[in-house]
């Protein structure tokens, strides 16, 4: 049985005014590789060009925690952002990375957003890749509308360039070793 988002009853989907949900399954990788390379900003711009500029408050970073409060731009918004759920995958536990994410505006332009990862080891040495956000606001229904989907489009990106770039990295690391 696979793993599922937790959702604070304010960010339900389908309660909101957009969702998207994004996923992929990689053979080769564990949790733990995904987890480490998401959860270390300074990498984002290797798998994903849709958060660039992350900037930490009270000089934090780039390693995101608990609680952590940054700021980036995606969608050409520039966001504020909490983490708000941070546990790293364990043996028979999936890692969660949440964070809560704001565009400041006036109360009918303001977006407001929970961005949720989830990690999961499977059987045969695969790796579920999970993103899901759950957003509100006027920004959102336009987004809802839109078409192209954008939302579900650069999410994807996101996921399927971090699972690229873990591959890679571990291949690497694997050759390496090999040639000693």
Same mark, same amino acid.
């Given at each position: 049985?696979?793993?599922?988002?937790?959702?604070?009853?304010?960010y339900l989907?389908?309660t909101?005014?957009?969702?998207?949900?994004?996923?992929?399954?990689?053979? %080769?990788?564990?949790? +733990? @590789?995904?987890?480490?390379? *998401?959860?270390?900003?300074?990498? $984002?711009?290797?798998?994903?060009?849709? /958060?660039?500029?992350?900037?930490?408050?009270?000089?934090?970073?780039?390693?995101?925690?608990?609680?952590?409060?940054?700021s980036?731009?995606?969608?050409?918004?520039?966001?504020?952002?909490?983490?708000?759920?941070?546990?790293?995958?364990?043996?028979?536990?999936?890692?969660?990375?949440?964070?809560? %994410?704001?565009a400041? +505006? @006036?109360?009918?332009?303001? *977006?407001?957003?929970?961005?949720? $990862?989830?990690?999961?080891?499977?059987? /045969?040495?695969?790796?579920?890749?999970?993103?899901?956000?759950?957003?509100?606001?006027?920004?959102?229904?336009?987004?809802?509308?839109?078409?192209?989907?954008?939302?579900?489009?650069?999410?994807?990106?996101?996921?399927?360039?971090?699972?690229?770039?873990?591959?890679?990295?571990?291949?690497?690391?694997?050759?390496?070793?090999?040639?000693?």
């Amino acid at each position: 049985m696979l793993n599922e988002i937790f959702w604070p009853y304010d960010y339900l989907p389908g309660t909101t005014d957009n969702f998207s949900s994004n996923e992929i399954i990689v053979k %080769g990788i564990t949790a +733990g @590789d995904v987890f480490e390379n *998401l959860v270390d900003t300074s990498k $984002w711009s290797t798998f994903y060009e849709g /958060a660039p500029d992350v900037v930490f408050h009270n000089g934090a970073g780039p390693v995101l925690f608990l609680g952590a409060r940054f700021s980036y731009k995606t969608l050409e918004l520039p966001m504020e952002a909490e983490v708000v759920e941070f546990e790293p995958p364990e043996k028979d536990r999936p890692g969660r990375l949440s964070w809560h %994410g704001w565009a400041s +505006g @006036d109360a009918e332009q303001r *977006l407001d957003v929970l961005h949720a $990862w989830l990690f999961e080891n499977m059987v /045969a040495g695969r790796v579920r890749i999970l993103t899901q956000e759950s957003q509100k606001g006027a920004p959102a229904k336009d987004l809802f509308n839109a078409s192209p989907d954008m939302m579900n489009q650069t999410r994807q990106e996101w996921v399927k360039g971090l699972a690229r770039v873990v591959v890679a990295s571990k291949s690497r690391r694997a050759n390496k070793s090999n040639s000693k």
